[in-house]
């Protein structure tokens, strides 16, 4: 394609010139390209800022060297529409060039031809892949505006993004008020995105057995891909075998909305990182050791109660029990874990520990 691209300033306003000014676009368009691909190389051929607007009014701008620019279309533009909507432009300074007005013509036609193409390839109203790509975020605007138009969205609507691990994704939502089903659902990465109205209550939201399920915040429909990014991180501190009532921030469901700054440790702390945490070897130590599982569990709930009797009375236990739970974990934390400062230490060892 490189070979084909050509500075527009260099060709002279004959008849030759023209022709190889199509033959650029007919090779964008024999190797279908992309409307980002097809805009970048119109801005590299014309040597100035092009760009495009599809049915869908997101526009798509580059510069002279392909790069992507910000804004819309300014008003000292010279545009030309897109057969069945939209529109193309090129920001000239200056005079135009002689074959401005056939890059023009065939900038236009060649979007028309690849967003048909990508129109016609896309699922169909109750397919999974409506969900897919519409959190996708890397799909086409026109491709999405599509998809939402198929499960009922306008692009601004208001939107949630679930991330469920679990056997039966559906088993999730059976409980929500009526009037608020799921859009769809779809497999993707290993669990399900499942799309529901943004006014509902994420209290109503319960996880059956063995599932986990992570709850994206509101997002207008057409950006639902960042409620569905945030729903991921929001799974991963999630724990389907854990009570809501007696462990540390993660329980089956969790709300991004609910994770403040903790948000950043799965976005950004790599797990050969947490693994070198001290804090968090002496908890593995502990999790093998053969009371391991209760002794994590006691350090769950003291993170939770603000003393050993009501940890004693959330575990069902006799303060005993708890006090020599406590004794084991500290002489191989290092720390007493019954202070406030020692209850914020272990919570962040066992929020990393889980996260890992």
């Known amino acids: 394609m490189r070979a084909l691209l050509l500075r527009l300033s260099a060709l002279d306003a004959d008849a030759e010139g023209a022709v190889r000014v199509i033959a650029v676009f007919d090779q964008l368009v024999r190797r279908h390209a992309g409307l980002d691909t097809l805009v ?77 193409l990508a129109m016609s390839t896309l699922p169909r109203l109750g397919d999974p892949a409506l969900v897919e790509l519409i959190v996708d975020p890397a799909a086409g605007a026109a491709e999405r505006a599509r998809a939402l138009q198929l499960v009922g969205l306008r692009p601004d609507s208001p939107l949630r993004a679930l991330a ?31 799309l529901i109205r943004g006014g509902t209550p994420t209290g109503s939201i319960r996880a059956p057995a063995r599932t986990r ?70 908890l593995d130590r502990l999790a093998a050791a053969r009371s391991g599982p209760d002794v994590i569990a006691t350090l769950h709930a003291i993170c939770v109660n603000d003393s050993i009797r009501h940890t004693a009375t959330a575990m069902h236990l006799h303060h005993s029990s708890v006090v020599a739970r406590l004794e084991r974990a500290e002489d191989e934390l290092g720390f007493s874990v019954r202070s406030p400062g020692g209850r914020t230490r272990v919570a962040l060892a066992l929020t990393l520990r889980h996260l890992r």
């Open 164 to 194: 469920v691990v679990g056997p039966d994704p559906m088993d999730a939502l059976s409980g929500l008020p009526e009037g608020f089903a799921a859009f769809g659902h779809a497999p993707v990465d290993g669990g399900y995105a499942v």
């Open 40 to 116: 970048s190389a119109t801005a590299q051929l014309a040597e100035c800022p092009v760009g495009l607007s599809d049915a869908s009014g997101r526009p798509v701008r580059r510069g002279p060297d392909g790069g992507r620019l910000g804004g819309g279309r300014p008003e000292s533009a010279v545009t030309h529409p897109i057969e069945g909507g939209g529109h193309v432009w090129l920001e000239r300074d200056g005079d135009p060039l002689p074959l401005d007005q056939i890059v023009l013509e065939r900038f236009a036609a060649a979007a028309a031809i690849q967003r048909d």
């Open 213 to 282: 399920i992570g709850i994206g915040p509101v997002e207008r429909a057409d950006e639902a891909w960042r409620s569905w990014r945030r729903a991921r991180v929001a799974v991963r501190f999630a724990d389907a075998a854990a009570s809501t009532e007696n462990v540390w921030l993660h329980g089956p469901v969790v709300d991004w909305d609910s994770l403040g700054g903790f948000a950043v440790l799965a976005e950004h702390v790599p797990g050969a990182e947490i693994a070198a945490v001290p804090d968090v070897q002496a």
